[in-house]
């Protein structure tokens, strides 16, 4: 790094004029074009709806520790399990890491002042939060009982709750995703700093850019779903509804040839955070840097051509069935390669065990199960015992959770410093990781267990067999909880109590971290910088000096 | 801090988280175009239910078909057809330094083919679509020949040529826009990008209809069977 | 106004006025072909045609109204990639909504067997 390590003696934030204290008041951050104010804007929103959804996962699993069910009708059960998908997909999950850690980092990782649209990052937001408005309009005015896919025709027809509310809600939200996608793509090939080639960027980009082609590709086509699905509510017309001439298939290839890449959205940029962190912390460069990016594109390619292996049990023709499942091994691969790598990047690397770290280490163990479990689905043969069972729930939990949450809070912690320009307390960091990791896998394995043993999911009620399992996952979800609820706190702290961050407290190489204060300045950098050498460059500290 | 002295003179309109125009220009045109792949993908989703229906319900979907008026969907073709070179006009008269008056007629006349092409639709196909039964969910009469079938190509029909007469309305309001724009004084032959982006947002509404009028006015062919 | 291939003050490409209208007229050409084809009994031949030529029409509007032509081969990848996906949208559908009437003729695992033997036999 020609523009080295600019290391200057940092005074302390409060006196040196960064992005957060530039301009106060509330006008200043609504009406912002600050990139890392938008990045912060959207954090607080998606924290708000990960309460909702968190909540929902909350009474059902409260309702679950009885056979016939402790708390709520089973009317009322089918909302839960409802809201809880499509808040923590739509409104928390896909936007977690692109529209939080991705706005606020992108720019400072590839030496840019700013996103190229940053008044369009700025509409993105307000499209977001309308659509969140929406969402919760239709939560309580009575709820949605379809499940977070909608089949049709029983959501067109025959479910008479607050479908077209939702349906309007994703639909508004999926906009944003798309203007978000469009700003990360136009960044990432036209503002990066001189000397920054595509093989030089940080594995985060790679992954964010994967990730945007997904939103681009992807994104219209639900919302051209739920278009035709509002239509077909409000002026009851057969597009999907068998009974008048629909097919109701053709709604669930519509509904899955994005909501599958949606999950690729969800845990891809996930993949990119635990690429920096393991980088860090192991203070090593990834081992085959090439591979990992180009798994990141193959798993935004292939990801687009599996959808089937939801539709294996609903109806789907055999022969497109076997189609989808050879494809859908094929979407393993990459994803392993990464795992892999990941691993041989640790091996006689120089370890260290800060909360982010703990977070990348309990990723790659959660994810890899969640990933083989997949391959079980992806098996037409075995997908018919274990579709609609808990075993799915389980698999998609190991991934989206295990994974990718876990990934969001190890990227939270690794740039907060960053971001705040304050360190939080790392004995509590380390304890709550803990904690998840422990509430975590009391919760979700054994539901691999009783959905193999046949349990059905989305049933608010089950047969007493299964009810020592269903207590084990409740209690492991209220772990889990706590386990979610003491960042939150310290976080909080931090922020006013947390003594202030140097510039690289984690000495890690990026141009985020070895070119612009933590936190920055309105406009990143102080100096534009110059890149001339490769990512990851950490050098080797057995050996030679160098 | 920008290191090309030659940009240091920033036209009017340059944004300052780039380092020079050229880079500007190059990064909204591609924004327009990445933005235009969403639109290919959301029309697209249209299209592939229209495909498979198309394929179950042959026999239905050429009745449909036969119901619309070719002579309107055709003239409706060479509207936007017109409207696209005049556009491109606009955009070309800018580029080239003319007076801004002259390239605000060009867009007002762009924006006077839109308005006919809606006109046109709603005046003379979707009215007379209403009249005579053909709108499903708010106006269908079931006849011996109204099969549902049938009402599943009314469906596609109004749902795409109504999702592309949105599209023609916002560019509609986007030319205005830009008229505005214009009178101001705000573009010159070295900064116009607004009007070479909207410009591809309103080819890519014409390249729709180019689609659009085969797939709903001809299918089956017109020759008596 | 330039006639040539010139440029404008900011280095974008100007496109000359006879492209221009040439397109217009070949795009007013092709939707009277398409108007008048289909009057004409072509059997199964009428739809394809249609779409060949609102096919051109595209091409034609996207590569000069669109300047494509002059414009880095970015812009051409992205385009390809959109009509590429919405390829494997139809594709990937279809081969579920065409085959669904498809008969299954499943048999059990040891037909291979005389075949398989036939083969060893053959080999060795």
């Known amino acids: 790094m020609s523009t080295a390590t600019l290391d200057l003696p940092q005074a302390p934030s409060e006196s040196r004029v960064n992005y957060l204290n530039a301009s106060y008041g509330i006008r200043s951050w609504l009406l912002t074009k600050d990139h890392k104010r938008i990045g912060l804007l959207y954090l607080g929103t998606i924290t708000i709806m990960f309460i909702f959804g968190g909540l929902a996962a909350f009474f059902m699993r409260l309702h679950l520790i009885e056979p016939q069910g402790a708390l709520v009708e089973p009317e009322t059960y089918n909302k839960l399990f409802t809201i809880h998908g499509v808040i923590m997909v739509f409104f928390f999950l896909v936007p977690s890491i692109p529209a939080t850690l991705g706005n606020f980092c992108i720019p400072l990782m590839i030496g840019a002042r700013d996103v190229a649209f940053p008044k369009i990052n700025l509409l993105s937001w307000y499209i977001f939060i309308t659509g969140c408005a929406l969402a919760l309009v239709a939560i309580f005015s009575g709820g949605v009982d379809t499940g977070w896919t909608f089949y049709t025709p029983y959501s067109s027809t025959y479910s008479h709750t607050a479908v077209v509310w939702m349906a309007s809600g994703i639909f508004i939200a999926g906009f944003s995703s798309i203007l978000t996608g469009v700003n990360f793509v136009v960044t990432i090939h036209k503002m990066r700093a001189p000397g920054l080639t595509w093989f030089r960027l940080p594995l985060f980009i790679w992954a964010m850019y994967a990730t945007s082609i997904i939103f681009i590709l992807g994104t219209p086509v639900i919302a051209i779903t739920l278009f035709l699905l509002g239509l077909e509510t409000l002026l009851h017309v057969g597009i999907f509804d068998p009974a008048i001439g629909g097919d109701p298939l053709l709604f669930q290839h519509m509904f899955w040839f994005y909501s599958h890449p949606a999950v690729y959205i969800m845990i891809l940029p996930g993949m990119g955070v635990i690429s920096e962190l393991i980088t860090a912390f192991s203070r090593k460069k990834i081992f085959g840097y090439a591979f990992v990016a180009f798994s990141s594109m193959a798993i935004a390619v292939i990801s687009f051509i599996v959808w089937g292996h939801h539709m294996f049990v609903t109806g789907q023709s055999v022969y497109a069935g076997l189609v989808f499942s050879v494809l859908s091994f094929l979407v393993a691969i990459p994803s392993a390669v990464k795992v892999f790598n990941w691993t041989a990047t640790l091996y006689k690397g120089s370890i260290s065990y800060e909360a982010p770290m703990l977070y990348a280490l309990g990723f790659i163990g959660l994810f890899t199960i969640g990933g083989l479990t997949g391959l079980f689905l992806a098996s037409l043969a075995t997908d018919v015992h274990l579709n609609g069972t808990y075993f799915v729930v389980a698999h998609f939990h190991y991934v989206m959770v295990g994974g990718a949450v876990m990934a969001y809070l190890g990227g939270i912690h690794y740039w907060w410093p960053k971001i705040t320009g304050r360190m939080y307390p790392d004995v509590w960091a380390r304890i709550a990781a803990a904690i998840v990791f422990l509430g975590f896998n009391l919760t979700f394995f054994p539901q691999f267990v009783m959905g193999y043993l046949g349990m059905p999911r989305r049933y608010a009620v089950y047969p007493a067999e299964f009810q020592v399992l269903n207590v084990l996952s409740s209690a492991g979800a209220s772990i889990l909880a706590i386990g979610y609820a003491i960042p939150l706190i310290y976080l909080f702290w931090s922020m006013r109590y947390g003594p202030p961050a140097p510039q690289n407290p984690w000495g890690a190489k990026g141009l985020e971290w070895e070119c612009a204060p933590s936190p920055p300045p309105t406009e990143n950098f102080e100096v534009m910088p110059v890149v001339t050498e490769d990512a990851y460059n950490y050098q080797p500290t057995t050996g030679g000096s160098h | 801090m920008s290191h090309d002295a030659a940009a240091h003179a920033h036209p009017p309109g340059f944004a300052h988280q780039f380092e020079t125009i050229q880079q500007q220009r190059e990064a909204g045109s591609l924004g327009m175009w990445v933005f235009l792949m969403t639109e290919i993908l959301f029309f697209g989703g249209m299209f592939t239910a229209y495909t498979v229906y198309r394929q179950l319900h042959f026999a239905s979907f050429e009745a449909g078909s036969h119901e619309l008026i070719v002579l309107f969907g055709a003239i409706n073709t060479a509207v936007l057809i017109c409207s696209s070179l005049t556009m491109a006009m606009a955009i070309r008269s800018a580029q080239t330094g003319a007076s801004k008056n002259t390239t605000i007629t060009w867009l007002v006349v762009t924006m006077i083919l839109g308005a006919a092409f809606v006109a046109i639709k709603l005046r003379f196909e979707w009215l007379r679509d209403w009249n005579e039964g053909l709108v499903p969910g708010l106006r269908w009469i079931p006849g011996p020949e109204h099969t549902p079938g049938m009402e599943q190509f009314f469906c596609f029909y109004f749902f795409m040529t109504g999702l592309h007469a949105i599209h023609m309305v916002v560019g509609l309001g986007i030319l205005a826009v830009l008229v505005w724009m214009t009178a101001r004084g705000r573009f010159s032959s070295q900064y116009y990008a607004p009007l070479e982006i909207s410009g591809l947002y309103w080819h890519f509404v014409d390249i729709v209809w180019i689609f659009l009028f085969p797939l709903l006015y001809l299918i089956g062919g017109r020759y008596s069977h | ?124």
Request: charged share 10%; net charge neutral.
């Open chain 3, 1 to 124: 106004m330039s006639d040539n291939h010139g440029h404008d003050q900011g280095g974008a490409h100007v496109v000359p006025l006879q492209v221009y209208f040439g397109v217009f007229i070949a795009l007013l050409v092709g939707t009277g072909l398409t108007t008048w084809v289909a009057y004409i009994d072509l059997g199964p031949f009428n739809t394809p045609i249609a779409l060949v030529i609102a096919f051109i029409k595209m091409t034609l509007v996207i590569l000069f109204f669109m300047h494509v032509k002059y414009q880095p081969g970015l812009t051409r990848i992205a385009i390809i990639c959109a009509f590429f996906w919405l390829g494997i949208m139809m594709t990937l559908t279809l081969s579920d909504e065409l085959t669904r009437g498809w008969e299954m003729n499943p048999q059990p695992w040891n037909v291979l067997v005389p075949h398989v033997t036939h083969l060893a036999r053959f080999l060795f």
